[in-house]
């Protein structure tokens, strides 16, 4: 019999203001619209959107902020039974994007003392773990205590029940104190986890070098628990190793893009959405290609999701120029 | 020869995000609208907007808020020889604000680690301050370090150069650690000021007790340095004392109030102007009282600041009715 | 070939002043002698002693204190290769002892910012690490950062290296944050050695609950890495569980008691070595018994540890009454 | 009728550990003694002993070294009512000495989050101070707060009740952040005081310059409170410079140096007493130097204070040469 949730997504659940006048500096832009954020948030939304069980474990603002993501996230059938909310008045971390041009994109972070990161190890509830197939953890969880030890829990508590866990590196330089501290935390979670999702630079802060090779990146983890490792190099496509020898190239789909930002966690959802559908690895590939192919020619990031239809239709009218 | 500027305002610059919907909680407010913010920003963009010569001292984000906050200071007229930019990442205050209905307009700040409590006193430049009549101290500057002792060097160079202190008291809970701390540093900062700005309130927190009596605290001032001492109590009006027994009472204005943020400041802007200008006590009351009213009728705090044109024809438009 | 050293032990090396008046509180004690403490520091200490081949990483302070603890370790034959000093002006860690009767012995401890609790993840190096067949992690280390962070690298490191990992809890309440944050890391290092020692109250902290069952302990444990765990209970002995099923009891010999402190490194230190040796596992708790029940005998803890004579000497005069 | 105290003292009282071994560096030392320790305490202790009646306002740790120091203070007739516990678990704070020779004499500190700078504001009493003709502050007692903060509203309610303020700079570098931090609470403080004493070097930390000038230093102060300013230049002797524009110099008597540290202290609690006992300021002055040449010439600074017959002594013996 199947678990209650085919995942869930432990991590922040924060807010994006995105400008509402494009093609200028942030500081011409006088209007924000407000969305859901951050990068498990995102994922489990947009997983949710495409038919997944999806659950969240995470720590939000006691504020008009923290009770809007909570709505969002259960207007989108993502389960709140592992949200919790932060009793000594952290507020929701704030990202401001500004789109000057589909290739420069800032954003403006509030990530200082947010909610997110004081998510507690007895706010993660075993109870709430065993009903799922898997745990999908966000690196960037582990910057800061308490939220580190929360997830460090998690993923023993995942160990001890045997759920799957696959770890999305995430790496966002603010909130980290130091390389040493990510190298650490990020190979830790990494070696017991059984897929692992990042970029080549994400893996480098990993391993705490500099242009490193993903062969032997995915090598070194096959002497632990992973079996499925995907390094991610942007337009250029990504890679996936299996435990098994076997390895698998991905490829960019064509878009109009209006903006960067969005693009890893449409990937990460659709991708995992596909694994967990039964597809094969390159086939999931090309899920995660679509979905981030039409991410990054809307507005948001969490609105923006594309359900499946979408994606394979883009899959589809693409399939001839597809890795060309 | 009279000195280049009228007064010079010390403290925080910040970003105010105002609900464009009204009308709503804001967790249903969908977009937002960028002005600046802070209490000695909006008073000293105030008093530039009626005619006085004004300079600033602050700390801004090095970053798109702060480069606006910079360019709008300018463009109202208020001189930024005294502006630093922060060079550790800080970030500038946020001001969500949300407006449900005329008596209920919620405030979310986010005030941790932000820029302007960054200021450190070696960023106080005696050659700027020489340059003014006044400097207006705004108590919320007084909050954390280094900018405590950026202001308390700034009080101190204002003795050494005889120039005349004007203390908003501007408490705000967040920040401070405790109401130990606000009283010793109010106090210390008020003993040393020729006027001093307040409600009821936050008088009640510089003497560490609950429900004072305003002579009492007028003549303990009396003491020390001031010579003017003015206790407000809301919609009730407020009390002015001189160090020379005077006392006088002013009164609100009638308004068609769309929120209730921003009356304080255009409040003092007004009164510190009316002065300024030689006006009598009571009369300075009345263009404080004036500015409130018309403030509290618009969208913005800062943007929505009166001319001296507008004030005056409220005081002469409400002439009958004023103090009954 | 055999390794360089038989073990490499990692955490604190302190400063220890002990009571030179007896039986007396320490507020009437006027004169302190000054030792090495520290768990991990006594263990080298003890084993080396022993005969052991023994090495030490660590972070001291570049004081008088700091170089005394270094000579004094290298004039033990712990080989200091992987010991660094601090550069930040970090303290050594401070235990004054009073010693007012044998069961009344209180410490006071000063660990606010200690320099052991500094050491870094860049300054546990491999090499040094390649050159040992075992690490012995005391649990201290793993209260703060970035101590926490080094013993997780070189717990690492011992897995990329099978270098196996003895884990002595070595629980102190002082410098934890909270209970959670032991369990976590206590649990996470637990799962990953080969050997784990400690009190039935620290197995405690370690599983976040009170009165646990010892073969619960050890059956949890044996899920993972571990094959031999150690629980003591005191005066009335230990149990040692093995991965085989196995289960040994030891218990405590007779001695002329000063005071009790010093006890736990003494049993560690003899056990270690003992299993070195490849004394059985019911043989290796006699050595542990009897090294403890020399060192609770004299006045320090460091300085007053026993060579394999007197240990030997011990377990043959008590043969008759041991465990009787 | 005359106050039940001559002064309070307010500040840290600290524990001292003299080297038991002279003239060998602190590593070879093996033996300790422990002594009351801290500028103000040594303050108050010295002038009680030379027939002053004095009070002492701290905060001490709820710990052994805490209760010894409480004891202590009262067995050399300090009054403790002004003395509290921290319930925090802070530390008193170390000073190891160690005495290589006359000339060198190193002090190893410990500082960090000691209990005497947990002192709150609240815990400063009014009833208390209103006991005393004159408050002593020490200037390390500014370094932190809530120290900070308690020693600014002991300076304010000494000028609501007119007790005059004599203000000992005694800095130490570590505790504070940086030197503008210094200048600001040291010349905060100076301005309110009727008495400032310090060396060169602390009048230099006070104007945040190098190499200040003595009279320019006593100048700035005559526009504010101060009356009498007293700066020490070492071997070199000392000036005293009065608001009335009279000069004085002091010498220092010869003395069989054991070490130097307590000298200060020492030189602080006779020139305050003779001082108070009506003796003009060029006579109070070799009091000082009386003093401190006795003290450097013994093994502790609390318990090695002189009495007036020793001071005495010295002066009418050394009458021919002083100044010589």
Known sequence: ??????????????????????NRPMEETHTFSKYVGGS???IAIGAAKL??????IGKLSEDQHGHYIKSYLEDSNVDTGGVVFDKDGHKSGLAFTEIRSPEECSILMYRDEVADL?????EVSEEYLKNTEALVVSGTALAQSPSREAILKAVALAKDNDIKIIFELDYRPYTWKNPEEVAVYYSLVARESSVVIGTRDEFDMMENL????????????FNYE???????????????????????????YKSDVLKTFGAGDSYAAAFITALSHGKPVDEALKYGSASAAIVVSKHSSSDAMPNLEEIEALIEKQSESYGK
């Open 118 to 122: 004081f998510l507690t190890p007895e």
């Open 1 to 22: 019999m199947s678990k209650k949730f085919d995942f869930i997504a432990i991590g922040r659940a924060a807010i994006d203001l995105n400008a509402v006048e494009y």
């Open 40 to 42: 498990p948030a995102n």
């Open 51 to 56: 038919g997944m069980k999806v659950g969240f």
């Open 226 to 252: 992973p079996e499925l490792v995907i390094i991610k190099h942007g337009v250029k496509g990504s890679y996936a190793f299996e435990k098994n020898g076997k390895t698998h190239r991905g490829y960019a």
């Open 210 to 221: 500099k242009d490193g090779n993903d062969h032997a990146s995915a090598d070194y983890l």
